[in-house]
């Protein structure tokens, strides 16, 4: 049989979408995650083009280097796109992956609801960039996580940088998983998958964590050296 896709329509009603995933084929699912992919494209294009991250390049343009500093905002803006297509992968197949190997439900299932997430980290992203946007300058840490309010009583850079991988788009992951990959569980298995769900965002959080303390472009300098 063949379903509609409709997003906000699926996600108050996940025993419908977990039912009419099992039993058919969704017309305008692949439609949608596309469109996702290309505004996770435009949206970081568009904060490498703002200059979000590229401060350090300023010092070109302030030296007079003029060419070395639009090749430098180039490669940028390249590794930007990279990076896009690289961060959705990872959140729309590599976790899809790794939930199917940890509660052998079929990969396609679990994609579909895997979309829903990426969604949220969007939004989420797309409002930090407008607030920034709009009051013309960044911050360090997410106002959507607890780093910058633990940064008030703590300086450990690895406790706050983890913290601060820990979002509201965290809490609506573990919330979406966990109702709609349910629906596929037995009922005395769904304790363990909300652990596992748990534990995959923990160790995103602390990995994470602990690359944004290591000195990497040090390193990557020194190597090229």
């Known amino acids: 049989m063949f379903y509609h896709y409709k997003f906000w329509h699926s996600l ?6 977990t039912k009419i995933v099992e039993e058919g084929e969704i017309i305008g699912y692949k439609k949608l995650s596309l469109t996702v992919f290309i505004l996770f494209i435009l949206l970081f294009i ?9 401060e350090t390049l300023t010092t070109l343009f302030a030296m007079d280097l003029h060419n070395e500093y639009y090749v430098a905002r180039l490669l940028s803006m390249l590794g930007a796109i990279l990076w896009a297509i690289v961060y959705f992968c990872f959140h729309y197949y590599g ?32 409002i930090l960039f407008a607030t920034f946007y709009v009051t013309g300058y960044t911050t360090l840490f997410s106002f959507f996580s607890l780093a910058p309010l633990a940064v008030q009583v703590m300086s450990t850079d690895y406790v ?9 788009a965290t809490m609506l992951t573990i919330i ?3 109702t709609f990959l349910s629906k596929w569980e037995e009922e005395a298995s769904r304790k363990i998958l909300l652990v596992k769900i748990i534990g995959i965002q923990l160790f995103m959080a602390l990995f994470v964590g602990m690359i944004s303390v290591l000195p990497i472009k040090e390193w990557i300098t020194r190597g090229l050296g």
Do not use: C, S
């Open 12 to 17: 108050k009603n996940p025993t419908y979408f």
């Open 46 to 54: 568009a904060r490498e083009f703002w200059g979000m991250g590229t």
């Open 95 to 126: 976790v899809t992956y790794l939930l199917h190997l940890l509660t052998d439900i079929p990969y396609t299932w679990i994609k579909k609801v895997q979309l829903y997430v990426v969604t949220f980290l969007l939004i989420e992203k797309t």
């Open 160 to 168: 706050l940088f983890t913290l601060n991988q820990l979002t509201v």
């Open 176 to 178: 979406v998983q966990f």
